[in-house]
């Protein structure tokens, strides 16, 4: 062993716990002696607490869906390291949902050497650093990252680093992707020491004071003020700040398409969700004046849109979203600001100017409420079991309430047709205890778990998933992962053997097409898959399908409590076939 062995791989590493970084979710390739060599040297020398662990991950969707999750519950990013080109591309739809998930994490990939008659320590000696010789690496996920850049030489490298996940950290948050080819990654340097506090992310943003006065005049002026939102809960404080204002003036609060508890699912003024409208929402048409807070779909113009008069304000970190080609909702201001900022300034205003009609509040109020519990009753007979025999999703969605009842429990949720149903019949209300991953691509809730058990390991992890979700995720390599480190949680199949959302999609736009007459949509899975049967045969989870209502709340205690004991848990329940 070298005594004075660093190499930019060590500062490397070194820049990443200095970071924070916990956790580096890799799949390794011939691009990464570099960084084997230094974690084995620091592990020679005592020193491998200093850097951060290294989680084996033998698909990249599971890293990247890991550092996903990890960064949710925490804020706080983590790395991923793959494999050049090849590891890159496999990391697939995970990026898209980073991207639109708006995380933080820093994502590492080596590069075919550029070296080739022995230069260089690192130059090419195997045949396959031709073939992963690409034209831009790069550009692989350049649509997807705030930022993306080549370390060129380790002399610089720790401010790499940190200035990639300043920029991944800062609002709108997102992933970044630094490259590195394998003769940089070799190249010995001087140990060094950069002032990691220099890097911090960019303060929150307010809004400007006219702006909040303007927004907090519409809101108590109206009679119909509406909120509507997706991710503001991604700050739990914001959600404290979203009640006050709702509470102040009575404003209905709209969840759309919603992937946080962004306001309590019991509360009075909680107005119901929207994911696929497929009809008008009778809240959003009447309302007179809309804050839509920290929203990338507010509302499906096509199908469901508030009136032509009403004033709307959009405030977001991320306000015009130009990562989106189209994107436009007619709001008379559009300003960047934080949400939880934004929503005190507005509450401030309210109050300083003692604005808003307490009589019109008070009737709004006792309005709202009485459609809230109407709607709550409403929910519960749908809950009820059927009696024919079979489980249906709002049954199943009631069974895992009744089973997390007073726990501390985190719920992953990637249940595509099934995601009104579920938010409607788990009725979530503690700020930061659901977790959807916000983006297009599914295959986010194995990987994720295992985050998600990683970044909070005192509490439950629980996946609500589809069967084409759980397929997507990679369970072989999910369910490995979860055991080699540690992180049992307990998944839960919403198994209509298939694919529910093509076949919606093909109705909504084919209604009385040939597919629709002959019911032929290609989204079947028949013969079965034994989906709990991959978890069991990759680490020797317990799995169970389940078809009778009555059995299935004892089976989902037995698999929770199998759970509390150390070792995942697959329960597949089976709800009316696609
Ligand atoms: C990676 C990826 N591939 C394909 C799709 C297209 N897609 C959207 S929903 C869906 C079906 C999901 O099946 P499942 O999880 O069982 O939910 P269900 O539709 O049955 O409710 C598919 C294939 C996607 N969103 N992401
Ligand atoms: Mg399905």
């Known amino acids: 062993m ?38 084995a040297q620091a592990k020679a020398k005592g020193r491998e607490d200093a850097y951060p662990r290294l989680v084996v991950c033998p698909h990249e969707t599971v890293a990247l869906s890991a550092a996903h999750a990890y960064a949710m519950v925490t804020g706080e990013p983590q790395a991923v390291v793959v494999h050049v080109d090849a590891g890159t591309q496999n990391l697939g739809g995970a990026v898209n949902n980073a991207a639109r998930g708006r995380v933080p994490v820093l994502i590492f990939a080596g590069m075919a050497p550029y070296t080739q008659e022995g230069e260089l320590p690192g130059g090419r000696n195997e045949f396959i650093h031709w073939i992963q010789d690409v034209r831009d690496q790069r550009g692989i996920l350049r649509g ?3 930022y993306d850049n080549e370390i060129r030489t380790g002399r ?16 709108p948050a997102g992933p970044v992707y630094l490259v590195g080819p394998r003769e940089t990654m070799e190249e010995p340097i001087e140990p060094y020491a950069v002032r990691r506090e220099a890097f911090t992310a960019v303060a929150p943003a307010a809004l400007a004071g006219e702006i909040a006065a ?74 007179d004046a809309i804050l839509a807070i920290d929203s990338d779909v507010p509302w499906i113009p096509s199908v469901n849109r508030p009136s032509a008069d009403a004033v709307i304000f959009c405030v977001d970190m991320d306000p015009l979203k130009p990562a989106m080609n189209m994107w436009h909702i007619p709001a008379r201001r559009f300003a960047a600001a934080n949400s939880r900022i934004a929503l005190e300034q507005i509450a401030q205003v309210v109050r300083d100017n003692e604005l808003g009609d307490a009589d019109a509040v008070r009737a709004r ?6 459609a809230h519990d109407a709607e709550i009753a409403e929910r519960e007979k749908r809950e009820q079991q059927p009696g ?119 109705l909504q736009v084919h209604a009385h097409g040939a597919a629709a007459a002959a019911d032929d949509f ?32 004892r089976v989902l205690q037995d698999a929770l409590a199998v759970v509390h004991g150390g070792r995942s848990a697959v329960v597949s329940v089976h709800l009316p076939p696609v």
């Not at 610089?156 to 609002?171: D, F, G, T, W, Y």
């Not at 429990?409 to 009725?427: D, P």
């Not at 198994?495 to 076949?503: H, I, L, V």
């Open 156 to 171: 610089n490298v720790k401010q790499l680093v940190h200035r990639a996940l300043q920029i991944a950290r800062s609002e």
């Open 214 to 287: 303007e927004i907090a005049a519409a809101l108590a002026g109206a009679r119909h003020p509406l909120i509507v939102t997706s991710y503001l809960g991604r700050d739990p404080a914001a959600v404290t700040k979203l009640v006050e204002l709702s509470k102040l003036l009575a404003i209905p609060v709209v969840e759309s398409m919603a992937y946080h508890v962004n306001f309590p699912a019991d509360h009075p003024m909680h107005a119901g969700y929207q994911f696929h409208s497929v009809a008008q929402n009778p809240v959003l048409a009447q309302a």
């Open 144 to 146: 997807y990252v705030k």
């Open 365 to 370: 109020w006792a309005e709202a409420s009485r």
């Open 522 to 553: 290609h989204v079947s899975f028949e013969p079965e898959v034994d989906l709990p049967g991959v978890a069991a045969a990759a680490s020797g989870a317990y799995g169970v399908t389940v078809t009778d209502p009555e059995e299935l709340p």
């Open 2 to 39: 070298a005594a004075g062995y660093y190499t930019t791989s060590t500062a490397f590493l070194e820049a990443l716990a200095e970071a924070g970084v916990r956790y580096i979710f890799a799949n390794l390739g011939s691009d990464h002696p570099g960084l084997i060599e230094a974690f």
């Open 388 to 506: 024919d025999g079979t489980v249906t999703p709002e049954y199943l969605t009631a069974c895992v309430r009744r089973l997390l009842q007073d726990s501390d429990a985190l719920v992953l949720t990637e249940v595509v047709t099934n995601s009104k149903t579920v938010a409607e019949h788990l009725r979530a209300n503690k700020p930061g205890s659901v977790l959807h991953h916000g983006g297009g691509s599914l295959g986010w809730a194995g990987g994720a778990a295992v985050g998600a058990k990683l970044a909070a390991p005192e509490r439950t992890v629980v996946s609500l998933v589809g069967d084409g979700s759980y397929l997507f995720g990679v369970p072989s390599s999910a369910h490995w992962v979860a055991r080699r480190y540690g992180a049992p949680a307990l998944t839960v199949i919403y198994d209509n053997r298939g694919w529910a959302a093509p076949r919606f999609s093909t």
